[in-house]
């Protein structure tokens, strides 16, 4: 699939640029014409791939995220967020549905399901003391105007 555009952007793991994130891949991939809807699930993946490198991968540390976005041939969007936090020891069980580990934060164990169910693709690569790197594609609609 042909690369149409791209942008890179690297950030501290603050909780503040959650809102960074999604802010900017909106401002990316509005040029694509997503619909209301569209760009409201890719917020949200965004937002939950974003939270898990700031409270798992680096939990209580700080470090770098960086996220690309590109706009692909044939209205895909891809995205990818990656850190360089502590890693995940078993990919499987950690997408599970409910799985979690921190439960004492109230967190629900559903962020990889919000991922998953939002886009089209999803797939993470990790390793314990490396890092995470989450991938995600949507291909949006073509619809009237
Ligand atoms: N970037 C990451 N780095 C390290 N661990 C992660 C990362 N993303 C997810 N995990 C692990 O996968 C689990 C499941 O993630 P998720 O489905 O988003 O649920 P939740 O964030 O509510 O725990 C987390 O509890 C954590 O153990
Ligand atoms: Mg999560």
């Known amino acids: 699939m042909e690369v149409l555009n791209e942008v890179k952007f690297t950030m501290p793991s603050l909780s503040v640029n959650e809102g960074t994130a999604r802010a900017f891949v909106s401002s990316f991939i509005v040029q694509a014409d997503p619909t209301v809807e569209e760009l409201s699930d890719i917020r949200t993946a965004v937002s939950e791939a974003v939270t898990n490198a700031i409270v798992h991968g680096y939990r209580g540390t700080e470090g770098k ?81």
């Open 65 to 145: 995220i960086e996220l690309t976005v590109r706009l692909l041939s044939g209205r895909e969007i891809y995205i990818r967020i990656k850190d360089s936090g502590c890693g995940i020891p078993d990919v499987k069980q950690a997408m599970e549905p409910l799985y979690t580990t921190s439960p004492e934060e109230e967190r629900s164990g559903l962020g990889f399901s919000v991922m998953e169910s939002f886009m089209d693709k999803l797939t993470v690569r990790s390793r314990v003391g490396r890092g995470t790197v989450v991938t995600m594609r949507k291909r949006l609609s073509v619809h009237g105007r």
